[in-house]
């Protein structure tokens, strides 16, 4: 039972490029949610998905997208990396018997 | 979802209690108090929550006022291992998209 899964966990972008962070979990949860948490901040929500097929955003979409491929995978892309972008990602399920969210171990990126 | 209110910063000695408060006096009635905390570099883990009573589970205590503007979370016998940032946050469960909203949290170092 391996959780909240991220990949990958580092990577380093020039400003442009594009790139896809991928989140997958097995706790077979319908909620799933994507933070990101610039240096000393808090975590801040870009996108969420309550279930599969629904996606919306949260707090800090510009510059985003996201796909909930199916219940277990929801993809965090970037289309056109910018250095304000550099920050440490994480991905989120959340269980509806206890209101507990479960954080994936992140994926650290840099925009150069 | 109501604001929260916490120390920046505290210490504590190793083995004794650590009692962290969260300020929370806009909180409605069906908004609950949830602790997480975020060790260096990794994703936040969930600790605690409770709507009015007090709660205990294997990691720690919430004590929640009869006003339930404030609540306090303790670390019965703090480690090292506990130094971490912690955030308390309130929200409704249930609620559209069931998003957590953290704040700058309180950063705390365990000394031996």
């Known amino acids: 039972n391996a959780g909240v899964t991220q990949t990958p966990k580092f990577q380093v972008l020039k400003t442009g490029q594009s790139m896809t962070l991928q989140c997958a979990q097995d706790?077979?949860?319908?909620?799933m949610y994507w933070y990101r948490q610039d240096p000393g901040m808090g975590l801040r929500l870009i996108y969420y998905?309550?279930?599969?097929?629904?996606?919306d955003k949260g707090e800090v979409p510009n510059g985003y997208n996201v796909s909930r491929l199916n219940k277990r995978e929801f993809s965090l892309r970037l289309e056109s990396a910018a250095p304000s972008q550099t920050s440490v990602y994480f991905c989120a399920t959340l269980s509806l018997s206890s209101y507990e969210q479960y954080f994936g171990p992140g994926t650290r990126l840099t925009v150069t | 979802d109501a604001k929260t209110t916490q120390p920046t910063s505290m210490d504590c000695a190793e083995g004794r209690a650590a009692n962290l408060p969260c300020n929370h006096s806009t909180i409605s009635g069906n908004e609950y108090v949830y602790w997480y905390r975020q060790i260096h570099s990794q994703g936040p883990q969930y600790i605690i929550h409770g709507l009015k009573n007090n709660e205990t589970n294997e990691m720690a205590s919430l004590i929640i006022t009869e006003d339930r503007k404030s609540s306090t979370l303790i670390l019965p016998h703090a480690t090292l291992r506990d130094t971490a940032v912690y955030y308390c946050?309130?929200?409704?469960?249930?609620?559209?998209?069931?998003?957590?909203?953290f704040g700058g949290g309180t950063r705390v170092l365990v000394k031996p």
């Open positions: 946050i309130v929200r409704v469960i249930g609620a559209a998209g069931n998003k957590l909203t």
């Open positions: 998905s309550a279930s599969e097929g629904t996606t």
């Open positions: 706790m077979n949860h319908n909620s």
